[in-house]
């Protein structure tokens, strides 16, 4: 199976101090809520996940702290029946405590799995959504949520399941409400937005 490509980075501020996630083979790792600024001004609040080891080479991180990250796009499917089915965060492969501009870039290709959908918002805008399967090394895939508007929907609505391609774009967050047994909930759901697209067999020659 070949590996795709999968390479984030980002940079801003804690929006809490780090938690502990989860336990795998005696290693511990938490989580770091991690605030980022888009240009708009608005923000995204994204689950970065590390190593203790990781944190414990840093100086102590609380909330408001500055950090940057190079990692990858993670998901896995959450069967508890708590909050969001299909769970996106950034697996840290580095971590450094800097200054600087917020920053958010990610470079992805991969393979359609599902038939995109092309809709139109309230507002009139064309926007398209789709999955796409990142593979990973060891034989695991990533399959993350994307999002493109404009011209780039109408480009990515016009694909079919089993289409290679590569975009660079950015992991942003999204507050939604959803309906459970009569009551209201307030979710946040993470998704790939697009900002540019090619082909990745292009790509690759």
């Known amino acids: 199976m070949q590996t795709n ?5 980002l940079r801003g501020r804690l929006a809490g101090p780090p938690a502990l996630s989860h336990v795998n083979h005696g290693v511990e790792y938490l989580l770091l809520p991690l605030t980022v600024c888009r240009l708009s001004g608005a923000e995204d609040t994204l689950h970065v996940i590390a190593s203790r080891q990781q944190l414990d080479a ?8 500055p950090l940057a990250v190079w990692g990858e796009v993670r998901t ?11 769970v996106v965060s950034v697996f840290a492969k580095e971590l450094a405590q800097e200054e600087g501009e917020d920053e958010n870039h990610l470079e992805l290709s991969g393979t359609l799995c599902k038939p995109p959908i092309l809709r139109t918002t309230p507002l009139g805008r064309t926007i398209c959504d789709m999955i796409l ?13 994307c999002i493109a508007w404009g011209s780039l929907a109408y480009r990515c609505g016009a694909m079919e399941v089993g ?6 774009g950015r992991l942003q967050s999204r507050v939604y409400t959803k309906e459970i047994d009569g009551r209201t909930q307030e979710r946040t759901a ?8 090619s082909d990745a067999d292009e790509q690759d020659a």
């Open 163 to 168: 289409d290679c391609l590569a975009l660079e």
């Open 133 to 145: 399967a990142a593979n990973r090394r060891y034989g695991r895939a990533d399959y993350l949520p």
């Open 190 to 197: 993470f998704e790939v937005s697009i900002m540019s697209l």
């Open 5 to 9: 490509n999968n390479k984030i980075f």
């Open 58 to 65: 840093l100086p102590p991180l609380g909330e408001g702290s």
């Open 76 to 86: 896995f499917n959450n069967r508890s029946g708590v909050g969001s089915r299909l």
